[in-house]
């Protein structure tokens, strides 16, 4: 029996980044092989050099970057090349063609110039030798595999015009547009809601089986992973410290920091609002790196432990019942939102796409609310109309008994620091003039919060720390940062106001398992200390059953189910809850085998109806 020839053969590579304080080693003498048809994923927190590795093979870093080592590519129409000392006409040959990538960014990668519609045309006419009339056809078909609502409608849009869960869609059917080889996928289906997830990583799967395509699979969410890897490597500042196929990683570790990032995750199995472990739990690290596990430690409560834990008890189910006495926080009423739909030269209104349609809810203090539904199902509008970010048709929105849309501008000013808003789209968010210590201290001078500059800064500083990044980081900008890093810089500027009600939409997807667990504990303790309350919007609804006392399932615009957590994943009512629920990854060993054999079938069908 031959031993295939990898499609890919990354050989010590190595990128180093120059800056102000001296070389940055962002990878660190990498090794791997990638074969034809096969899955591998790589996974790691923010920082550890996931996305750098991936941007190195493709030739797509800043000019500061100094890449090594060999990364050989089987290209069909180069032969056997290493792709970092291709000239930049030859990558242009393969970038898009044999070797296409999915952003983590779906926002930056689109033009906002261009529809979306033309954006992948353009990538079928400078590979194919095709009509426009046949890239149209081919690229309607693709928006439709990619679960696109309306996609001739979607073709015609801007990006701006579309959900981030749309525009990442979008992006994956660019990258698949020619059938590449190669298919590098970082971080593809952070915006995606489960039920399209899962439809896409059941198209990746039937490509690379159909076509023999190789997936490199860069992931921060250990369920897909699982269901969609044949190998996992597991990366730490820089380095491969662990690596073996998906179903020994999952059920045996060796190393720690895959031991705590598997530990770290929620899953449905998880007690509700309890403190999550972190990576720190599992290992520690000396000055010379040198990596320690940690021995689990039993935890024997003294008298005085329990006397707390007693008045904690005591004085959280007293906090429950005064803010069962007090009025609701928060109480939309029949709120509504249309956006009209404007055709033919003089932009007549056709239609209206209603996408809030007479929601009612309320929101209690000191109450989570979580809001799970597909992208494009009226989540995020709903929460900034909630705001007044985006004005509504009709309904209004009290906060504390106050319509805040009766409210005029000045008002509306002053009282925004009791209402605040963490975005998906941490970039946008964020000045890229401005560092992060300025960022966060912004809101704080605006309203005019503590005596004076010495005691905001003291405050900001506390905050960094907060969401796990360090104090030196204050000095930087927010282009500096991952992606991950930005969202939690973003959460610390949202909580700087010290807000009542704070509005989380998708703010902890963009974030890897150990920090999604550290602000996850953050916000808990926050809602304890300080009687937060929250409005939890996600498309993972393991976060959501573990953070939330209610949730609200959003549907075309509609709250079509609502329950406590428990009773709605136990036994949900309504069609479409089952249907999410249904399309959540697992992780646990029988879901690994099932997703191994549902290849193996595919693939065997295939076979047999070729020959």
Known sequence: MSIPTPILQVTDLETTFA???????????????????????????????????????????????????????????????????LQEKQLQQLRGNEMGMIFQDPMSSLNPVYTCGQQVVEVL????????????????????????????????????QISGGQKQRVIIAMAMACEPAILIADESTTALDVTVQARMLSLIDELRVKQNMAVLFISHDLGVVAE??????????????????????????????????????????TKSQ????????????????????????????????????????????????????????LQVQDLQVYFPIKKGIFSRTTGYVKAVDGVSFEVKHGETIALVGESGSGKTTLGRAILRLVESTAGSVLFEGKDIASMNTKTLRQNRRHFQMIFQDPYTSLNPMHTVGEAILEPMRVHKLYGSDKERRGEML????????????????????????????????????????????????????????????????LKRDFNMTY???????????????????????????????????????????????????????????????????????IAHYQV
């Open 125 to 160: 006419l400078w590979h194919r030798k095709i009509s426009k009339k046949e890239a149209r056809e081919r690229v309607l078909q693709l928006f439709e595999q990619a679960k696109l609502p309306r996609p001739e409608q979607i073709y015609d849009s801007y990006p701006h």
């Open 274 to 329: 309890a403190k999550l472990p972190t990576v720190a739990d599992f290992m520690e690290e000396d000055g010379q790196g040198i990596i320690r596990e940690k021995k689990p430690q039993v935890y024997e409560p003294s008298l005085a432990d329990v006397v707390n834990a007693y008045v904690g008890t005591v004085s959280d189910i007293k906090q429950q019942r005064d803010n069962s006495q007090k009025p609701p926080l």
């Open 228 to 269: 969609i890897a044949d190998r996992v490597l597991v990366m730490y500042k820089g380095r491969i410290v662990e690596q073996g196929k998906v179903l020994d990683i999952f059920t045996n570790p060796q190393h720690p920091y895959t031991k705590g990032l598997l530990a770290c995750r929620p899953t449905l199995s």
């Open 462 to 525: 506390e905050l960094i720390e907060k969401v796990g990044l360090s104090p030196e980081h204050a000095q930087r900008y927010p282009q500096a940062f991952s992606g991950g890093q930005r969202q939690r810089i973003a959460i610390a500027r949202a909580l700087a106001l010290q807000p009542k009600l704070l509005i989380c939409d998708e703010s902890v997807s963009a974030l890897d398992v150990s920090v999604q667990a550290q602000v996850l504990n953050l916000l808990n303790e």
């Open 535 to 605: 409005l939890f919007i996600t498309h993972d609804l393991a976060v959501a059953k573990h953070m939330a006392d209610r949730i609200l399932v959003m549907h075309e615009g509609r709250i079509v189910e609502q329950g406590i957590p428990v009773q709605l994943f136990q036994n949900p009512q309504h069609d479409y809850t089952r249907s999410l629920i249904q399309a959540i990854p697992g992780g646990e060993p029988e879901a690994i085998v099932a997703a191994h054999e549902k290849r193996a079938a595919l693939k065997s069908g």
């Open 19 to 85: 800056t102000r304080q001296g070389i940055v080693r962002a990878v660190d003498k990498v090794s791997f092989a990638l074969y034809p048809g096969e899955a591998v994923a790589i996974v790691g927190e923010s920082g550890s050099g996931k996305t750098v590795m991936a941007l190195s093979l493709m030739q797509l870093l800043d000019t500061n970057a100094q890449v090594g080592g060999k990364a050989v590519f089987q290209s069909e129409r180069l032969g056997a090349v290493d792709l970092l000392q």
